[in-house]
């Protein structure tokens, strides 16, 4: 069964240090998707994009964070200066269609856990 | 702005036995509810989806149903076992279409 495949599994880094993480999505599908969930928390929409432009980014979302899908088959989230309350998991995803889409399923890697020291 | 929330946040039975686990979303002009399983420090499995236009799906030992009227879906999981042992997440879309909100989340235990 087609999967989201993402790397590293963790990361440890020290704060104030570029992270980048990177997803491949399952090939045909067209909608890509950042999620993040702080231990013991909810999981928390980033942002999501479409024929390689953000379609939505979420409050958390702000400069320090951006996307890109820098060939056909990559989709990177960068952190350009990490802070500890960025520890986290950090989930991609991907869809064929977008996500109010009827009968669409998102389907999520296995996340990246990202702790900042 | 779409927020949901999932009762109750945890749960404890015995195995075999019978449970519901519910969901209520803020929003009711949505497409679909997903309904998610996470296991401890892992990714998130999906588990049923279900169009605006349905009123159930059923897969296995679980049945989810949806009342987009007054914004909730249950999930329906039949004589439950240990590895049903998990947090089970609801998700809608926003109203743009463009992400899935989740709820926190019940965990779930079942004892042997």
């Known amino acids: 069964e087609p999967e989201v495949t993402q790397t590293p599994s963790h990361q440890v880094t020290q704060m104030g240090q570029e992270v980048i993480l990177r997803c491949v999505p399952i090939?045909?599908?067209?909608?890509f998707y950042w999620y993040r969930q702080i231990l013991g928390q909810k999981v928390e929409f980033l942002v999501s994009f479409y024929n390689n432009e953000i379609s939505e980014k979420s409050e958390i979302f702000d400069d320090q964070f951006s996307v890109e899908r820098p060939d056909g088959s990559n989709f990177t989230l960068k952190i350009r200066s990490t802070k500890l309350e960025d520890s986290a998991m950090y989930f991609c995803?991907?869809?064929?269609?977008?996500?109010?889409?009827?009968?669409?399923?998102?389907?999520f890697g296995a996340g990246s856990r990202l702790t900042v020291l | 702005k779409q927020e949901v929330t999932q009762i109750p946040a945890a749960l404890s039975v015995p195995e075999g036995e019978n449970l519901v686990l519910n969901c209520s979303f803020t929003?009711?002009?949505?497409?679909?509810l997903q309904w998610f399983r996470q296991d401890p420090g892992k990714g998130l499995t999906s588990l049923l989806l279900i169009q605006s236009s349905q009123r159930e799906q059923t897969s296995g030992r679980l049945n989810a149903s949806l009342d987009k009227s007054s914004g909730r879906s249950t999930l329906y999981i039949a004589a439950s076992q240990p590895g049903d042992s998990a947090t089970y997440l609801c998700?809608?879309?926003?109203?743009?279409?463009?992400?899935?909100?989740f709820g926190k989340g019940t965990t779930l235990s079942v004892s042997s």
């Open positions: 090939s045909n599908h067209l909608y």
């Open positions: 929003d009711s002009a949505i497409y679909n």
């Open positions: 995803a991907s869809s064929v269609e977008g996500a109010g889409t009827g009968a669409n399923v998102l389907t």
């Open positions: 998700a809608v879309p926003n109203q743009a279409g463009t992400a899935l909100i």
